[in-house]
C-alpha cells in the first residue's frame, strides 16, 4: 500500500480511538506510570501502526515536530507562570495572601470563600492560569493549614477559576469560541448562562455543604495563628506587594497579551522583591529558575512557601511537549478528521448534532490535549450540520466552551490539567471528582439538547 492510500476507515479510526483509551488506562492505572509515559506508550503504538500501513517516516516526523511547534505558547507562558510565582513568593506577593486568608476567612466557609473569590478574580482577568497562579496558591496553603482535604479545595479553586474563563468577555477561548461558530460574543455569554448558572448554583450547594461537613480540628486554628507568625518571619507583609498582581489584573483587563503581562509581573515583582524585601538581584534570578528557598523547620509551611521557578513547570511542560507531538501525529495520520466525518454521516436529530460536538471536543481533548484545538475542529467540522438542521449556531459555540475548555482541565496531559496539577500541587485524578463544576456544564448542555428534540417533536 502507496503512501497515499494509507488513510484509515472510521471503523478503523474508532478501533484506534479504543486502542490508544486502552493503553492509557493500562499505562495509568496497571503500570501506575506518570501520564508523560502512558502518552509516549500511545506515541510509540500509533508510529508503529503508521509505518505498518504505508505511511513514510519523513510524513510521520513531520507531524510530530508540527504538532511540537503548536505547542511553543503555551509551554512559553507556562514557563513564564512558573518563573512568577517564584516571583511573587520571593517578592511577598503570595505570602501576604496567605497571611490574609489564614487571618480573614472563616475556616467553615473557606471552600465557598475559594469558589466565588476564584469567581470574581477570572471573571476580571478572563483567565483561569492567572486566577489559580495568584489567589489559587494562598487558598491552597489556607486549606492546608485549616486542615481541610486538599482535593476538595483544589476542586472549589478550579471550578471558580474556570467560570470566569468560560463566562468572561475577556477569556480567550471565550471570544474563540464565539468566533469559530461565528456568533456575537455577547449573544454566545447569555446563551452559555443556561447551563452556567444551574451548574454554578449545584456547584456552591456542594462545596457549601461538604465545608460544613468536614471536621475542622480545633487546634487547627492555633496552628493558623503560628503558621502566620512563621510567615512573617521569613517575609515582610504588606500590601505594597499586592501592587505586581494588581498591574497583572490591570493589564488583563485592558487586554495587553498575556506573555508581555507576565513579563511586566515578573519585573514588577523583581522590584518588590528587591525594594521590600531586601534580596539582592542575583538571589531573585536564583529565584527565577529554581524557586524560593526559605529556612523552614516545619515541612507543612515548607511546602506552601517554596514553590515556583522555571524548573517547578519542567513536569508540565515535557508532558505537554509529548502530548502536542502526540496530536500532530494524529494529524498528519488523519485520525481525527476521520472519526468526526464518521460521526457527521451517524447524526440524525439535534440532540445527537449536540452531543456528537461535545463527544468530539471531549475526544480531541483526550488525544491532544489541547482546549483551542478542541474547539477548532469540532466547530469547522459541524458547523454546517447546524445549518442544514436549522439550529441556531450558538448552540455550537455553547458547546464547544462548555466540553472544550471545561473538559480540558480534567485531563491529567492537558495543557490545563497539568498547569493546575503542578501549580497547586495536587493530581489531577486527585481534583477531578471535586472540579463539580467542569462537568456540570456539558451535562446540562447535552441534556438541553435531547430536551430540545423533545420540543421541536411536541
Not at 507562570?81 to 486568608?101: D, E, Q, R
Not at 491552597?140 to 479545595?153: D, K, N, Q, T
Not at 472549589?156 to 464565539?178: E, H, R, V
Not at 516545619?298 to 512557601?305: A, P, R, T, V, Y
Request: aromatic content about 8%; overall charge neutral; hydrophobic content about 50%.
Amino acid at each position: 500500500m502507496n503512501k497515499e492510500k494509507g488513510t484509515f476507515h472510521f471503523k478503523e479510526a474508532v478501533g484506534l480511538l479504543l486502542l490508544i483509551l486502552t493503553v492509557i488506562f493500562l499505562s495509568l492505572f496497571l503500570l501506575k506510570t506518570e501520564p508523560h509515559i502512558a502518552l509516549l506508550n500511545c506515541l510509540l503504538v500509533i508510529l508503529l501502526i503508521g509505518l505498518l500501513r504505508g505511511f513514510g517516516w519523513k510524513n510521520l516526523e513531520e507531524g510530530l515536530i508540527k504538532g511540537i511547534q503548536s505547542g511553543i505558547q503555551p509551554i512559553v507562558i507556562l514557563g513564564l507562570i512558573g518563573m512568577l510565582i517564584g516571583a511573587w513568593m520571593s517578592s511577598g506577593t503570595i505570602p501576604t495572601i496567605m497571611t490574609y486568608a489564614l487571618t480573614i476567612i472563616n475556616p467553615d466557609y473557606l471552600l465557598i470563600t475559594s469558589l466565588f473569590s476564584c469567581m470574581v478574580i477570572s471573571s476580571l482577568v478572563g483567565s483561569s492560569f492567572t486566577t489559580v497562579s495568584t489567589i489559587g496558591v494562598a487558598l491552597i496553603g489556607a486549606g492546608i493549614a485549616i486542615g481541610l482535604p486538599i482535593e476538595w479545595v483544589a476542586g472549589a479553586i478550579i471550578s471558580g477559576a474556570c467560570f470566569g474563563d468560560k463566562m468572561s468577555p475577556m477569556s480567550d477561548t471565550t471570544n474563540f469560541a464565539s468566533g469559530v461558530a461565528k456568533v456575537d460574543l455577547f449573544t454566545h455569554i447569555r446563551h452559555m448562562s443556561l447551563t452556567t448558572i444551574p451548574s454554578i448554583l449545584i456547584t456552591t450547594v456542594i462545596f457549601f455543604i461538604l465545608g460544613r461537613m468536614a471536621p475542622i480540628d480545633v487546634t487547627s486554628l492555633s496552628e493558623m495563628k503560628i503558621m502566620v507568625l512563621a510567615i512573617e518571619s521569613q517575609v515582610q507583609v504588606s500590601s505594597l506587594t499586592l501592587l505586581s498582581p494588581i498591574i497583572v489584573i490591570i493589564l488583563a483587563i485592558k487586554r495587553i497579551p498575556v506573555i508581555p503581562s507576565l513579563i511586566i509581573g515578573i519585573v514588577t515583582a523583581a522590584i518588590t522583591a528587591v525594594s521590600i524585601q531586601g534580596i539582592s538581584f542575583s538571589q531573585f534570578l536564583h529565584v527565577l529558575q529554581n524557586g524560593t528557598s526559605f529556612s523552614i523547620e516545619n515541612e507543612q509551611i515548607s511546602n506552601m512557601l517554596n514553590r515556583g521557578g522555571l524548573q517547578s513547570m519542567m513536569w508540565s511542560i515535557s508532558l505537554i511537549l509529548i502530548a502536542f507531538a502526540f496530536g500532530g501525529l494524529l494529524d498528519s495520520l488523519k485520525i481525527i478528521p476521520t472519526l468526526l466525518n464518521g460521526l457527521i454521516d451517524r447524526i440524525h436529530s439535534k440532540g445527537q448534532l449536540i452531543l456528537s460536538t461535545a463527544s468530539s471536543s471531549l475526544g480531541v481533548n483526550l488525544l491532544t490535549g489541547e482546549q483551542y484545538l478542541s474547539i477548532l475542529i469540532p466547530g469547522q467540522s459541524f458547523k454546517s450540520l447546524y445549518e442544514d438542521m436549522e439550529l441556531d449556531r450558538k448552540y455550537l459555540s455553547r458547546t464547544l466552551e462548555d466540553a472544550g475548555t471545561l473538559i480540558n482541565p480534567l485531563i491529567p496531559w492537558g495543557v490545563s490539567g497539568a498547569f493546575f496539577a503542578q501549580t497547586l500541587g495536587v493530581p489531577v485524578l486527585a481534583f477531578l471528582p471535586f472540579a463539580f463544576f467542569l462537568y456540570l456544564s456539558p451535562a446540562f448542555t447535552i441534556l438541553y439538547g435531547f430536551l430540545k428534540d423533545r420540543r421541536t417533536v411536541s
